[in-house]
T-cell receptor, first 112, second 114 residues
Framework: DAKTTQPNSMESNEEEPVHLPCNHS???????IHWYRQLPSQGPEYVIH???SNVNNRMASLAIAEDRKSSTLILHRATLRDAAVYYC?????????????FGEGTQLTVNP | DSGVTQTPKHLITATGQRVTLRCSPR?????VYWYQQSLDQGLQFLIQ???????AKGNILERFSAQQFPDLHSELNLSSLELGDSALYFC?????????????FGPGTRLTVL
């Protein structure tokens, strides 16, 4: 799977929007962009994924650049519960059963 | 609650011993993945099964093995344990094989090797 680059850490205030960036300059045409997060002492949790168009779900929004070389996970109103490590992962849709390749992720701190 | 269950929650054992970690996937999920999370290596994929057959292998040591049973639960066997095997072991499941399918993770088993 192609590599992604994320900032090591970010900080936000409660009830403010958070924009978590991810660079993936070597993304291929068949790579989906996935975001997972891991809350303290828990297993990773799926957040959102997309291919080309921006995506919204109840947890977050995913904004994908036109050239697909970067994306941004948007949490519209951060809560204390959103404090977690956020992982941006590329997965090839053509590869059946593709594993998740986790990088370092971004540690998000939410201040009350 | 993801619907994936793992037992035991915690396991403390000695070097040289053998342990078995168990995972029950979400109802209807055919694919099971095992991951290891240690402080120095981060989250790493170990092995994947789909409907009872091995589909992919990652950084799994030869001392480790896994299987998926007809009822779709999976077991990860770790033998000749070393101090460095101390880690969190996560199981995940997904409905199908396709690369866009989300994976649902269990709460993990924390293994401590003394």
């Amino acid at each position: 799977d192609a590599k992604t680059t994320q900032p090591n850490s970010m900080e936000s205030n409660e009830e403010e929007p958070v924009h978590l960036p991810c660079n993936h300059s070597t993304i291929s045409g068949t790579d989906y962009i996935h975001w997972y997060r891991q809350l303290p002492s828990q297993g990773p949790e799926y957040v959102i994924h997309g291919l080309t168009s921006n995506v919204n779900n109840r947890m977050a929004s995913l904004a994908i650049a036109e050239d697909r070389k970067s994306s941004t996970l948007i949490l519209h109103r951060a809560t204390l519960r959103d404090a977690a490590v956020y992982y941006c992962i590329l997965r090839d849709r053509e590869t059946s059963g593709s594993r998740l390749t986790f990088g370092e992720g971004t540690q998000l701190t939410v201040n009350p | 609650d993801s619907g994936v269950t793992q037992t035991p929650k915690h396991l403390i054992t000695a070097t040289g011993q053998r342990v078995t970690l168990r995972c029950s996937p979400r109802s209807g999920d055919l694919s099971v993945y095992w991951y290891q999370q240690s402080l120095d290596q981060g989250l790493q994929f170990l092995i994947q099964y789909y409907n009872g057959e091995e589909r992919a292998k990652g950084n799994i040591l030869e001392r480790f093995s896994a299987q998926q049973f007809p009822d779709l639960h999976s077991e990860l066997n770790l033998s000749s344990l070393e101090l460095g095997d101390s880690a969190l072991y996560f199981c995940a499941s997904s409905r199908r094989l396709a690369g866009y399918n989300e994976q649902f993770f269990g709460p993990g088993t924390r293994l401590t090797v003394l």
